[in-house]
């Protein structure tokens, strides 16, 4: 047998910053800098450049003159990302009802759990990062693997949405009622019903960034 083959630098810098990405781990104040990472990593700047060029390609993070971050969009962009969720989302769901093995259920309640935990305390940053953690845990189970990557590649831009309208405990609350509607779909092995309350939950959430948006 063979040994896998080592990461390159580039690829290493790549994954660890989109699992960073997809985890809500990076918030959009953070700036990321191509001579400092290479600097902390001992390592030349090249392949940290590549790393986030190829980010930024992928539409995870987008180039400035003092580095890398989370892309600003427009309200049109918002509401372009909002028609592909529409698209793509309840179909993915509905086929997660399907296939999805009990210890990936278990995790997603564990999550679901964890964002509750933060309801005494308020602490929005701790409850962004479950909420995704419940996002990305049934992305991850999604059997359909090009529906998969489709809706991976706008993660980013979900999570600057959703940041900007969790600021309120109303808004958190009805964001786990629509974990724990889903889950029990899940469990119940409900596709139908897994696609209409990750239809309504979307239209829910434009709803809300619409009126927000409004000057």
């Not at 991850?140 to 999570?159: C, D, K, S």
């Not at 509607?181 to 897994?194: K, N, T, V, W």
Request: charged letters at 25%; a positive charge.
């Amino acid at each position: 047998m063979t040994a896998a083959p080592r990461l390159n630098h580039a690829e290493r810098i790549y994954r660890f910053y989109l699992d960073r990405i997809r985890s809500g781990a990076l918030g959009r104040e953070d700036r990321l800098v191509d001579t400092v990472i290479a600097a902390d990593m001992g390592i030349s700047r090249m392949p940290v450049r590549e790393a986030l060029l190829r980010l930024a390609a992928e539409g995870y993070l987008e180039p400035s003159s003092r580095g890398f971050t989370l892309p600003a969009l427009t309200p049109a962009q918002i509401a372009e990302v909002f028609e592909l969720r529409h698209l793509l989302e309840p179909r993915a769901v509905a086929l997660c009802a399907r296939s999805l093995p009990e210890p990936a259920m278990d995790r997603l309640a564990e999550a679901i759990a964890l964002a509750e935990s933060t309801f005494p305390t308020a602490d929005v940053p701790r409850f962004f990062q479950a909420s995704e953690s419940f996002r990305n845990g049934w992305i991850a189970e999604i059997p359909n693997g090009a529906l998969r990557a489709a809706i991976q590649r706008y993660v980013a831009q979900v999570q600057l949405v959703r940041l900007a309208t969790i600021g309120n405990d109303s808004a958190r609350r009805a964001i786990v009622k629509n974990q724990r509607a889903l889950l029990a779909a899940f469990r119940a092995r409900d596709a139908l019903a897994a696609h209409d309350i990750m239809r309504d939950f979307i239209v829910e959430g434009e709803l809300s960034w619409r009126a927000r948006a409004q000057p």
